[in-house]
């Protein structure tokens, strides 16, 4: 069955760092381009960073230069590396897989069909 496992998710000041990362298990990992989104509850879905299957990344105007997307095909794991982290940030963690195999990146959510439970980040002032 596959499965995606967020973990990492924790309570920093503002200005500190988090590692999330993302097992997944059950499928080819290393064909598919992955995903992280954010949700804060009332707001709308947020795409943050995705890297494709050949490794190309891409990133959200809020989160670029600060965010760094990362994939280890050897251990099926997707990682999102956070830094400079602001109070706005503050979200639910969600990675997601492509439904396309050997896409290049997206930041939409609806190009994704396997969600994980999510990680809570929560960055205080």
């Known amino acids: 069955q596959e499965h995606l496992v967020e973990s990492g998710g924790s309570s920093v000041q503002s200005g500190g760092s988090l590692r999330l990362s993302c097992a997944a298990s059950?499928?080819?990992?290393?064909?598919?381009?992955m995903g992280w989104f954010r949700q804060v509850p009332g707001r709308e879905r947020e795409g943050v960073a995705a890297i494709g299957a050949a490794g190309s990344t891409t990133y959200s105007d809020s989160v670029k230069g600060r965010f760094t997307i990362s994939r280890d095909n050897a251990a099926n794991t997707v990682y999102l590396q956070m830094n400079s982290l602001k109070p706005e940030d503050t979200a639910m963690y969600y990675c997601a897989r492509d439904k396309r195999t050997w896409s290049h990146w997206s930041l939409t959510g609806d190009a994704y069909n396997l969600w994980g439970q999510g990680t809570q980040v929560t960055v205080s002032s």
């Open positions: 059950g499928y080819n990992f290393r064909i598919y381009s």
